[in-house]
């Protein structure tokens, strides 16, 4: 997920500093992207403000360096819908975290825009799991392989169980999550 998205869907919430949002990039925001240096959210800002995503206002603090205050500005709150509801298109690793940045910031989508999302995340995991999961898994070596091929079949079946266990567990949230929101506008 692109930090400029995760930004400006924070400070849509309410005006933050640079360091605010490494706080909650710390905390909240470790299961959706990687840990980001203070400096790669600085610059990121900076060069937001410059092409008029953002606006900030400097607060005084006594005895302290000026703070920059960060608001979205309606260009800024236009690129982030633009991304927001665009057509949902899933990576091939379900790890990557984009779409869950996507589900973070549904709250600003109707209904049928999160289900019309999980729903495609959805197939394509499925149709994953169909095309991948019954797939021969014998190793195949050269004669000149000189490892253990009993280990590197164990380890290479270990590691399949691991990723099955891990996208049926993703799949099952997805149908959760599906069912969640369709029983959202049921009450």
């Known amino acids: 997920m692109k930090l400029e998205y995760f930004i400006i869907g924070l400070l849509k919430l ?41 606006t900030f ?3 005084l603090q006594e005895g302290k360096p000026d703070r920059k205050v960060y608001t979205v500005t309606s260009k800024g709150d236009e ?24 589900i973070m910031f549904a709250y600003y989508l109707d209904t049928p825009t999160i289900l019309q999302q999980l729903r495609t995340e959805l197939d394509y995991r ?3 799991i169909a095309a991948f999961r019954p797939r021969s898994r014998a190793l195949q070596v050269s004669p000149a392989f000189d490892g253990n091929l009993e280990h590197a079949q164990a380890i ?32």
């Open 57 to 59: 206002e400097n607060e």
């Open 156 to 187: 290479a079946d270990l590691l399949h169980e691991y990723g099955a266990s891990s996208v049926d567990h993703y799949v099952s949230w997805l149908e959760s999550t599906i069912q969640f929101f369709e029983n959202w506008n049921a009450d």
């Open 126 to 128: 499925k149709e994953q």
């Open 79 to 102: 690129y982030f819908m633009a991304w927001l509801t665009a057509p949902h298109q899933p990576s091939f690793r379900f790890q990557e975290r984009d779409f869950l940045g996507k």
């Open 14 to 54: 309410k005006p933050l500093t640079g360091y605010d949002l490494k706080k909650i990039l710390d905390t909240d925001g470790r299961f959706i992207r990687r840990r980001t240096p203070l400096s790669q959210i600085y610059n990121t800002l900076n060069r937001m403000a410059e092409n008029g995503l953002l």
